[in-house]
C-alpha cells in the first residue's frame, strides 16, 4: 500500500478547501455588491404642522329669459377660497365671492376636531345644514343652478355654532345654533337678531358621496337621506309671537353612473310673505354620467303657497333639462340648461322659459 507524503495530503486538501474559500469570497462580494446597489431606505416623510392653500373659482353665465325677452352676461360668482389647519386638530375656512362685483364673506369659520372622528365644533358664518341641494356646492351641481326651493325656503349662510362629525362617515349628524344679525329672511327691514336650532341626521351607504351630484365613480346600487329641521326660536313682538319652522326630508339612490333623488319639504312661518303662511314643496331629480366627465341631468321642483286671510293659493312650478361636460381634471366645466317655470294662481296662469349657459372655472 502507498502511502502518501504529508506534504503530498495538503496539496489534496488544499485544491478542495481552495475552491470553496474561492466561492465563498464571491458570494460574499456578489452580496455587498448587490447591497452597494440598493438605494438607501428613505425615511417617512413628517407631515407639516400648519397646511395651507388658497384657491380660485369662476363662473361667467349667460341667461336668456322669455318673459322679460332678456339676454343677460353676468359674473356669477368669482370666489377667492383660503384654508388652514394645524395638525388636523382645527381648520380654518375663509372665503370671499366678487360676483355681480359686489363683495361678499362666503365661510368665515373655524372648525375643530374635538374628539376624534366623532366630534367636531364648528363656529363663523357658514352654511346652515338645512336642504341637501343647498349644501352641495354650485360647482358640483349636474344644472346650472340650484332650484326655487333654495330661495323659497331661504337657504343660506348665517353665523352660528355648529356640533357635527363631518360628512365622511355613513351616518351624518350636525345640531347648531344660528343667528345673524341682518335683514330679515323674508323681507328687506331693519336687522334683527332671530335666533334658530338646526338639526340634521343622515345616513350615506358605501361611500355615496351626498353634496356632488351625479354618480361619477360609478358602482353598485346604494342609498342615502337625509331629515333635517330648522326651528326659529319664539319670540315676543308687538302683535304676539313669532314662530317658525321647516323640515325637510330626501332620499338618494345611486347605480353604475345613475343617480335619482326626491324630497319633500314643509315651511310655517309667521312672515312667509304678506299673504302666506305656509309653503308645502316637493322635488325629483335624475341623471347620468357616462365616461366619468359628462352629465346629463333632468330637475322638477313644485312649491304650494297655503292662504292666509282668505289670500288664494299660488303654486311654483320649474322643470329644468341640463347637461354639464368637465375638462382638464374638473378644472373647466361647460353647463348648458333650459327650463319651464310656472307661476299658477287662479287669476291667471303664467308660463316662461329660459336657457342658460355657464362656464366654470377652479
Keep these: 500500500m502507498k502511502t502518501m507524503s504529508p506534504l503530498t495530503m495538503n496539496q489534496a486538501l488544499s485544491r478542495p478547501l481552495g475552491a470553496v474559500a474561492v466561492l465563498l469570497m464571491g458570494l460574499l462580494y456578489t452580496t455587498e455588491w448587490a447591497r452597494a446597489d440598493e438605494p438607501a431606505p428613505v425615511a417617512a416623510e413628517k407631515e407639516p404642522d400648519f397646511d395651507f392653500e388658497a384657491k380660485g373659482r369662476l363662473q361667467v353665465r349667460y341667461t336668456h329669459e322669455s318673459e322679460a325677452e332678456s339676454n343677460q352676461v353676468e359674473l356669477a360668482r368669482a370666489r377667492l377660497i383660503l384654508k388652514g389647519g394645524y395638525k388636523k386638530v382645527f381648520d380654518l375656512d375663509l372665503g370671499m365671492d366678487f360676483g355681480g362685483f359686489d363683495a361678499e364673506v362666503t365661510n368665515a369659520f373655524l372648525n375643530v376636531k374635538a374628539y376624534k372622528k366623532h366630534l367636531q365644533v364648528r363656529a363663523g358664518r357658514m352654511k346652515r345644514p338645512f336642504l341637501r341641494q343647498f349644501m352641495t356646492s354650485s360647482f358640483d351641481l349636474v344644472v346650472v343652478e340650484r332650484s326655487i326651493l333654495a330661495s323659497d325656503f331661504q337657504a343660506r349662510r348665517d ?204
Excluded: C
Excluded at 350615506?204 to 358602482?219: A, F, I
Excluded at 335619482?260 to 316637493?282: K, M, N, Q, Y
Excluded at 312650478?317 to 317655470?341: I, K
Design 159 to 362: 353665523l352660528g355654532l355648529l356640533l357635527h362629525n363631518g360628512d365622511k362617515d355613513e351616518f351624518e349628524w350636525a345640531l347648531g345654533v344660528f343667528g345673524d344679525l341682518q335683514p330679515s329672511d323674508f323681507a328687506e327691514e331693519t336687522p334683527e337678531f332671530r335666533p334658530a336650532i338646526a338639526a340634521r341626521v343622515a345616513y350615506h351607504q358605501d361611500g355615496l358621496d351626498p353634496y356632488s351630484e351625479g354618480d361619477r365613480k360609478g358602482g353598485g346600487f346604494r342609498v342615502g337621506g337625509a331629515v333635517s329641521a330648522l326651528v326659529h326660536v319664539d319670540r315676543t313682538t308687538e302683535e304676539g309671537r313669532d314662530t317658525g319652522y321647516r323640515l325637510e326630508g330626501d332620499v338618494l339612490m345611486r347605480v353604475a353612473g345613475t343617480s335619482i333623488g326626491a324630497g319633500v319639504l314643509f315651511r310655517a312661518e309667521d312672515l312667509v310673505d304678506a299673504d302666506f303662511t305656509r309653503i308645502v314643496a316637493g322635488f325629483g331629480n335624475v341623471d347620468y354620467t357616462f365616461l366619468d366627465d359628462y352629465t346629463v341631468a333632468a330637475r322638477y321642483s313644485l312649491a304650494k303657497r297655503l292662504e292666509k286671510n282668505e289670500a288664494l293659493d299660488r303654486t311654483e312650478h320649474e322643470l329644468t333639462v341640463g347637461a354639464v361636460a368637465r375638462f382638464f381634471g374638473d378644472h373647466l366645466s361647460v353647463y348648458v340648461d333650459g327650463s319651464w317655470l310656472r307661476d299658477a294662481r287662479p287669476s291667471a296662469e303664467t308660463d316662461s322659459f329660459r336657457f342658460r349657459l355657464q362656464l366654470g372655472v377652479k
